[in-house]
Nanobody, 115 residues
């Protein structure tokens, strides 16, 4: 199983970034996909999830600013991040969760938001 995240970078506050995650080795279309983030010394936290049917869930801190989406035919999941804030700075991780409760993680992609 591979989850390859990309799209991180340095952006000024108020700017936008789009993260992408390419999945392989899983039955992508039936798995719940998600984005999590982590900063040094803190626990990894949920950012957004999307079910196989397209239902979404967001952390309160990103509601109205971030949008998660997926293209099952391409085994891809995206996170559009708008109106970024310095507190959004973190390593962002792509996650796949199946019905058996198994989680898969990719390597993080760093997002840095300057003030």
């Amino acid at each position: 199983v591979q989850l390859q995240a990309s799209g991180g970078g340095l952006v000024q506050a108020g700017g936008s970034l789009r993260l992408s995650c390419a999945a392989s080795g899983i039955i992508f279309s039936i798995n719940e996909m998600g984005w999590y983030r982590q900063t040094p010394g803190k626990q990894r936290e949920l950012v957004a999830t999307i079910t196989s049917g397209g239902s979404t869930n967001y952390a309160d801190s990103v509601k109205g600013r971030f949008t998660i989406s997926r293209i099952n035919a391409e085994n891809m999941v995206f996170l559009q991040m708008n109106r970024l804030k310095p507190e959004d700075t973190a390593d962002y991780y792509c996650n796949s969760h199946n019905a058996a409760g198994i989680n898969y993680w990719g390597k993080g992609t760093l997002v840095t938001v300057s003030s």
